[in-house]
DNA sequence: ACGCTATTTCGATAAACCTAGAATTAGGTC
DNA sequence: GACCTAATTCTAGGTTTATCGAAATAGCGT
């Protein structure tokens, strides 16, 4: 069992590169089907195998998801992954909540029919 | 002229570790003034030298500023940052929006009632 | 100046990361 | 099966990060 600190660690690393942050703008502008992997690589112009380690890292973090579609693998955000991880980072730095308690009171969850 | 992207992701990548954002946790959770080093690190129970290092990470990351008082510094969290670090990966992942245009209010989300 | 405390900087080592060409796997088509 | 495309995995390099004891710095009190 991995703590919540550790989780969201991993994840703000995952989104601590230049390259895997665009990355993720890049499939968050994308279809909701998924973006395919050559598409993202033709818009940033990294080479394949580069692209490819950033891509597992972002989908090991768990804040995108691949799927296969033919010889193709389309990748999409994971938005309930990005949502909580965002919220858990404003909570921990405004409102100083524990990792027990969550003291907040309109969360920004609701809304944004979203997954 | 640092992109808005290279700057978020420095960041991002700053609060990408266990340590710092138990660091900042408890920096948030502290007085209004600052806690001192000496505080973190008896709370966090780690190695003086290596608490630094990370503190340094996190001041050059702009997340945190530091101030003197006595022999003691006191490190306190810079809430406009991190509010508009947040903002941005939120925006960066719920509306996709581009660098150039950023049609935000003042919440990290347009719905949700929050501030 | 001396001692004391708080914190940083130095130095060294091990581990992890970033990059990218080459080789390989996966899937589709003929 | 042969072939082509898409994407990953292999391999290897150079670079950065993480850790922490030891030494150095900063400020205060005497």
Redesign the interface.
């Known amino acids: 069992m991995i703590r919540r600190?550790?989780q969201?660690?991993?994840?703000?690393?995952?989104?601590?590169?230049?390259v895997?942050?665009?990355i993720?703008?890049s499939v968050?502008?994308g279809p909701e089907a998924g973006t395919p992997a050559g598409e993202i690589q033709t818009r940033l112009d990294i080479p394949a195998s580069t692209l490819s380690h950033h891509l597992a890292s972002l989908s090991e973090a768990g804040l995108v998801v691949v799927a296969r579609e033919g010889t193709t693998l389309r990748y999409r955000?994971d938005?309930g992954v990005?949502?909580a991880l965002?919220e858990y980072?404003?909570q921990?730095?405004?409102s100083?909540g524990?990792e027990s308690k969550s003291s907040l009171k309109?969360?920004?969850?609701?809304?944004?029919g979203?997954d």
Do not use: M, N, Y
């Not at 969201?8 to 230049?18: I, T």
């Not at 309109?106 to 944004?112: D, G, Y």
């Open positions: 600190v550790e969201a660690a991993e994840q703000l690393k995952a989104l601590g590169h230049p895997r942050l665009s993720l703008r968050v502008q955000a938005f990005l949502h965002t980072l404003w921990d730095c405004c100083g524990s309109s969360e920004p969850s609701p809304c944004c979203r």
